[in-house]
């Protein structure tokens, strides 16, 4: 008789933890959980005394910790882990994430992987889910399909994957938290709402969410380092259409828009995009 498989969820507390713990539950593993912040409720989670308690004998342990703790965490416990058991972790930055276990005994097997949705993902089908090889690419990405079946996985190094989620992330983490405190000063809110077309509403969707994640993991999104480029990039574009604006010069304007309209029109149909937020605004005021 072979007994269920087991896993720990470290930081079971948190919103990411608590998804995990439910979805590994759901799909029939034994679940340890661990949380030094957080109160654990779940009644289906065997809670762990100490960290190092939490992983001793366990097939596979999933990090769902802070990304600027997870280095040390993963220092911590690799070496008491049992032998070829798996250590999964899925912070929002690669780098100092994938040295750290880079650097495990060989005896235990890296899953680098970034869930590329929130904690209210209804499932994991056709999410999207980014890998990050560690040591055998192959291995970890089977291991990886085998765990999370349905997900979409991309196959990505370290450093290129903090490149591209500071886009996906950073940016537009960046711009809808700077639209959020402009929203945040309005004293006629109602009448905004009266107003309001479709792209400010789904902006507004868009801003308030994020704003609905914790004040820390928006700072570790806004603080990857690959940010700065892009942010000072966006800066400088908002500065000159304002400077080209005031000063008339609205043939530099149209000229800027054209370019971009062009270039983006090469991979995408526009007026799709068009229809395509509004039947999400109307699917939404139904």
Known sequence: MSHAKRISVIGAGGRMGRWFANYFHQIGFEIKGYDIENELKDKFIEKGNSLVGAILNIDYVILCTPTKKTPEIIRLI?????????????????????????????????????????????????????????KDVKKELTVAKSLFQGANFVTIDAPEHDKKVAVILGLTHLMNIAFAKILAKDETVLLTEKMAGTTFKAQKIISESILSE?????????????????????????????????????EEIINFVKTIQEKISKNVDLNKSYKKLSSMISKIEK
């Open 78 to 134: 690799s070496k008491e882990m049992k032998r070829d058991s798996y250590l999964i972790e899925i912070s929002s930055q690669k780098l100092k994430t994938s040295q750290a276990l880079l650097k495990m005994p060989a005896k235990i097997n890296p899953i680098c992987i970034h869930p590329m949705f929130g904690p209210g993902a209804k499932k994991i089908k056709n999410n999207n889910m980014i890998l990050v090889p560690i």
């Open 214 to 250: 914790s004040p820390e993991l928006i700072e570790t999104i806004i603080s990857n380092p690959e940010v700065r480029r892009f942010g000072e990039e966006l800066w400088k574009d908002i500065g000159r259409l304002l400077t080209d604006s005031q000063e008339g010069k609205s």
